[in-house]
Structures are given as C-alpha cells and as structure tokens.
C-alpha cells in the first residue's frame, strides 16, 4: 500500500513560528553534494529543487521517494533512493524538532514532541 505523505505544516506554524512550510529548505544542497555520484537520488533532488527555486516539496519528495516508479527497481536504484527517502525524512524531523525546541505558543504542540522522539 502506497502513501501519500500530507503534513499541514501551515497549521503548525500557527503553534511554531520557525515550523517548515511544505516548500522549504529540506536539506536539498547537502543531499544533492552526498548524492553526486548517485544519478538516479541526483536527478530526483535536482528536479525537485528546480521546480520550487531551489526548495524542496517535502509531500512530493516524500511520496514519491515512498512510491517509487516502475523504472526504480533497475538494479540499485531502490537502494539509493530507500536511503535519499531516510535522509529526508531525517531532515524534516530535525528541522520539527528545532522548531518545537524553541518557544511554542502556550505549549500548544507539547504532545507532539513525544512523537519526534
């Protein structure tokens, strides 16, 4: 069963000033120098960054890297993107967890925290 990866961030911004938004700076640069010699991790990071000025989709990357496509099962290709599709997600949740380290507005997200956890 695939998935489809939704996460509202501009509620959270209500809570977390310094929240990502859905477009942001998801590590894109650092992943697409780790991923040089990666060309199929290389050209998803690339495209994705191309399409939103040089931010990344966190749902559409996300979903994608998940779902994957017919042509991702050539030989390596599933290993290097199971990996890009870790590094992503690692991203986002530090960049969640910086956020709600900071001062969240009447602790409206302290149940979340847990979860990051």
């Known amino acids: 069963m695939n998935k489809v ?8 911004k209500a ?6 938004l859905m477009i942001d700076d998801y590590c894109g640069r650092e992943l697409h120098e ?8 290389k050209k998803l990071i690339d495209a994705g960054m191309e399409r939103n000025g040089g931010l990344i989709d966190i749902e559409r990357v996300l979903t994608r890297l998940d779902a994957r496509m017919p042509y991702d099962f050539e030989q390596g290709v599933g290993d290097e993107l199971g990996l890009l599709l ?4 690692s ?4 960049k969640i967890s910086a956020a709600l380290a900071k001062d969240v507005e009447k ?3 302290r149940p979340y925290r847990e979860i990051l956890r």
């Open 5 to 12: 990866f939704v996460l509202g961030a501009g509620f959270t």
């Open 15 to 20: 809570f977390a000033p310094d929240a990502p």
């Open 34 to 41: 780790k991923y040089a010699h990666f060309p199929a991790a």
């Open 86 to 89: 870790s590094d992503f997600k």
């Open 91 to 94: 991203c986002l949740v530090d």
């Open 107 to 109: 602790g409206g997200l």
